[in-house]
C-alpha cells in the first residue's frame, strides 16, 4: 500500500438538509393616480420581466351582431399608434428584444408583455402607447378582419374545435354570448370595420378598470417612478366595470352528433356546467377530476387506452368560464378525447361504466396521494418564470378571486381526502346530466350510440 493511500481520509457523504416549504408568491397591491390597479411581485433572478395588462372589455359587451369586435381590435392594439405605424411599433418592439400580444377572452381582453429587465423602461413606454392611443387604421382593420375569416373554415374543420362549439350551442342559451364562438362568425366578422373597433375601444378600455400585473427580477428598477412615467400617463374617464350575468345552462342528458361522412375518428366531448374557482369543492373536484382523467395513469386511460386500445388518451377537467364574487360563475367540467369510428359506442358505454364503478368504490388511497404528488409537487416547476406568475395572477383577478388562491389551493389539495375527492368528482360528472358532443360519421355512429340509451340524439351537419 502506498504512502497516500495508508493516509488518505474518507469523509462521510453529504446529506440532504430540510427540504425548503413553497408557497405561491403573494403580490404586492397599488393603485395608480389614473385609477389603474396593480399587482407586483418581485422575483429575484427572473431577468425576462412580465407584464400583463387586463382590460375590462368582456365578449358580452361586444354589440349585437359584432361577436368578434373584441378580437378584432385587441389584435389592432400594437398595429400602429399616434406615434409609430405598425412597422415602426414591431421595429420598436423588436429592439427591445419584447414580445407583446393580445387576445380577448369572456372576462375581458388580456395584453401580454414579456421583455428583459435591463429593457422594461422602454417596453412599458410603448405598452403604454398601445393602450392609451392606438390608431386602428382602416387598412390594418380590413387585414385583421380578412385574415379573422381565413381562420373560421379551419376551426370548422378542426374536430376539436367544432365539437366545442357545438357544445357550448347546446349547453347555453342562444342570448347568452357563451353559446357563441369566442372569436366570432363569418357573418358577424364580415360587419366589423374600424368604426365599429373604435368605438368598442372608446366604451370599454380606460386605466380605471384596469389591471395591471409586473412580475420579474426588479433589482435597481424603481418601479413606482417607471410606472408613472408610462402606464400612468394613460387617461381615461372613471367608469365601473361591465356587470357579470349570471351563467345559466341546460345539462338535460342528450347526444349531438356534428355529421363528418366518411371520418375515421370521432371526436368526443362530454360536459357540463358545475362549480368554479369560488366553491369550497374546487379544491375536491380538482383532485377527483385528475384520478379520472387527469394523466396517463388515470381511470379513463386505463380501460379506453391501456385494456381496450380505443384512445391515444382521454383526458377529464375543469375549465372556468367566467367567475365573479357573487357567485354567478361556473366551471364547463368535461371529458374529451378521439376514438376510431368503428368502436365509437363502444367507448362511450365504458366511459360511462368508468364513472359507475367510481362511484360505487370509490377512489383509492392510492390514487389520491399520486394526484397530491403531481398537483402539489409540481408545482414551483409550474412557476419558475416570471410569465407563468404573471399569468396566475392574471387569471385570479379575472376571476375575482383573492390574491392567496392559487397558495390556499395548493394546502388545500394537501389536506383533501379521498372520500371527499370522489365524492367531488362524482358529483361533477353525474351520468344522468351529461351533454355528448360527438364529431363523426353519423352514419356509422349513430345507430350504435342510440342503442346505449344515455340520452336522446340528435344529428346535425
Same mark, same amino acid.
Given at each position: 500500500?502506498? #504512502? ?45 420581466? /412580465?407584464?400583463?395588462?387586463? $382590460? ?8 349585437? =351582431? ?24 414591431? /421595429? ?11 387576445? &380577448? ?89 374600424? &368604426?365599429?373597433? %373604435? ?17 420579474? =427580477? ?18 381615461? *374617464? ?30 368526443? $366531448?362530454?360536459? %357540463? ?21 387527469? *394523466?396517463?395513469? +388515470?381511470?379513463?386511460?386505463?380501460? $379506453? ?18 367567475? +365573479?364574487?357573487?357567485?354567478?360563475? /361556473? ?6 378525447? +378521439?376514438? /376510431? ?8 358505454? #365504458? ?70 375527492? *370522489? ?39
Amino acid at each position: 500500500m502506498s #504512502d497516500t493511500a495508508a493516509t488518505m481520509t474518507f469523509h462521510p457523504q453529504p446529506q440532504a438538509g430540510e427540504p425548503k416549504p413553497w408557497a405561491f408568491p403573494a403580490p404586492e397591491r397599488g393603485t395608480l393616480a389614473n385609477g389603474l390597479t396593480l399587482l407586483t411581485s418581485h422575483r429575484p433572478g427572473q431577468q425576462v420581466v /412580465a407584464v400583463e395588462v387586463l $382590460l375590462a372589455a368582456p365578449l358580452a359587451a361586444e354589440p349585437k =351582431d359584432l361577436d368578434g369586435v373584441a378580437t378584432i381590435m385587441a389584435r389592432a392594439l400594437s398595429e400602429g399608434t399616434d406615434q409609430h405605424s405598425a412597422e415602426e411599433f414591431a /421595429a420598436e418592439l423588436e429592439r427591445c428584444g419584447a414580445t407583446l400580444d393580445a387576445h &380577448a377572452d369572456h372576462p375581458g381582453v388580456r395584453v401580454s408583455l414579456e421583455v428583459p429587465a435591463s429593457r422594461l423602461d422602454k417596453a412599458l413606454d410603448l405598452l403604454a402607447e398601445a393602450l392609451r392611443a392606438p390608431a386602428f387604421p382602416d387598412d390594418e382593420i380590413k387585414r385583421l378582419v380578412a385574415n379573422r375569416l381565413d381562420e373560421i373554415p379551419h376551426e370548422l374543420a378542426n374536430p376539436g374545435r367544432r365539437a366545442a362549439m357545438a357544445l357550448s350551442k347546446e349547453l347555453f342559451p342562444a342570448e347568452a354570448r357563451n353559446s357563441r364562438p369566442r372569436q366570432g362568425t363569418e357573418e358577424t366578422v364580415r360587419r366589423i370595420d374600424a &368604426a365599429a373597433v %373604435r368605438a368598442f375601444y372608446a366604451a370599454h378600455v380606460r386605466p380605471a378598470t384596469a389591471t395591471a400585473v409586473v412580475v420579474g =427580477d426588479l433589482t435597481g428598477i424603481d418601479l413606482p417612478a417607471l410606472l408613472d412615467g408610462t402606464l400612468g400617463r394613460w387617461t381615461g *374617464t372613471k367608469a365601473e366595470p361591465p356587470a357579470r350575468a349570471a351563467i345559466t345552462s341546460d345539462d338535460t342528458a342528450r347526444v349531438v352528433i356534428v355529421d363528418r361522412p366518411g371520418s375515421v375518428q370521432t371526436q368526443l $366531448l362530454i360536459g %357540463r356546467t358545475g362549480p368554479d374557482r369560488q366553491a369550497r369543492v374546487w379544491a375536491a373536484q380538482v383532485l377527483g377530476t385528475y384520478c379520472l382523467g387527469g *394523466t396517463l395513469t +388515470s381511470r379513463l386511460d386505463r380501460v $379506453l387506452r391501456e385494456e381496450k386500445g380505443y384512445t391515444y388518451g382521454v383526458r377529464a377537467f375543469g375549465q372556468v368560464l367566467l367567475s +365573479s364574487a357573487d357567485g354567478t360563475g /361556473a366551471a364547463l367540467l368535461a371529458i374529451s378525447g +378521439s376514438v /376510431a369510428t368503428e368502436v365509437t359506442g363502444p367507448a362511450l358505454a #365504458d366511459t360511462w361504466r368508468v364513472i359507475r364503478e367510481l362511484g360505487e368504490g370509490g377512489l383509492t388511497d392510492a390514487e389520491r396521494d399520486v394526484a397530491v404528488q403531481n398537483l402539489v409537487g409540481v408545482a414551483p416547476l409550474r412557476y419558475e418564470t416570471a410569465a407563468a406568475v404573471a399569468g396566475t395572477f392574471a387569471d385570479q383577478v379575472e376571476q375575482e378571486l383573492p390574491d392567496d388562491f392559487q397558495a390556499a389551493l395548493y394546502a388545500r389539495l394537501t389536506e383533501t381526502g379521498t372520500v371527499e375527492a *370522489t365524492a367531488a368528482v362524482v358529483n361533477a360528472f353525474p351520468l344522468d346530466r351529461l351533454v355528448v358532443v360527438l364529431v363523426g360519421d353519423a352514419a356509422a355512429i349513430t345507430e350504435p350510440v342510440r342503442e346505449l340509451g344515455i340520452g336522446p340524439v340528435t344529428v346535425v351537419s
